[in-house]
T-cell receptor, first 113, second 109 residues
């Protein structure tokens, strides 16, 4: 079975550009999470969805960040405009109703120059 | 103050040693607790859940003390392959999941 799929795996962009990160959760999972990991701040929860509905976006750093989940098999995290301090690894994770195990994708390593 | 705090380490131990990691959480509403393992440049993966009664999985033992808001992980007979970062996790009833910054472990031959 395929795990959580993220694309792209690496993204290098210039400050001010729009960045879109993509995630396909494990089929049948109804919770999807977006995280950001940096050396300084560790792994931070940005937002999570249940049945495609955003439940808690209190971790989204500012209005430049937005996330959508148009259907059960696809989610995006968009940064517009991007800034160098957004450089990090962005992980997507999914889980079923019990929520005990979150399955992480391989992450997108974002570098903003 | 971070909601979940861990000693960042690193812990440098020889093969065969026993090593213990501690973690504290500040949100008393946290209901579920876990340890995840993250290898260098990889995604986190669930190591084990943590129950109030304590639980064991092979060489790994996890304990939860709700009164002190404290979680621990004990690794016995350390292997080279145990070298990784161990993340302590607290989850509220609403699925909000808070990760600690992680404790790095290096097991040496």
């Amino acid at each position: 079975d395929a795990g959580v799929i993220q694309s792209p795996r690496h993204e290098v962009t210039e400050m001010g550009q729009e960045v879109t990160l993509r995630c396909k959760p494990i089929s049948g999972h109804d919770y999807l999470f977006w995280y950001r990991q940096t050396m300084m701040r560790g792994l931070e929860l940005l937002i999570y969805f249940n049945n495609n509905v955003p439940i808690d976006d209190s971790g989204m750093p500012e209005d430049r960040f937005s996330a959508k989940m148009p259907n059960a098999s696809f989610s995006t995290l968009k940064i517009q405009p991007s800034e160098p301090r957004d450089s990090a690894v962005y992980f997507c994770a999914s889980t079923g109703t019990s929520g005990d195990t979150q399955y992480f994708g391989p992450g997108t390593r974002l570098t903003v120059l | 103050r971070k909601e979940v705090e861990q000693d960042p380490g690193p812990f440098n131990v020889p093969e065969g040693a026993t090593v213990a990691f501690n973690c504290t959480y500040s949100n008393s509403a946290s209901q579920s607790f876990f340890w995840y393992r993250q290898d260098c440049r990889k995604e986190p993966k669930l190591l084990m859940s943590v129950y109030s009664s304590g639980n064991e999985d092979g060489r790994f033992t996890a304990q939860l003390n709700r009164a002190s808001q404290y979680i621990s992980l004990l690794i016995r007979d350390s292997k080279l392959s145990d070298s990784a970062t161990y993340l302590c996790v607290a989850k509220t009833g609403g699925f909000k999941t808070i990760f600690g910054a992680g404790t790095r472990l290096f097991v040496k031959a």
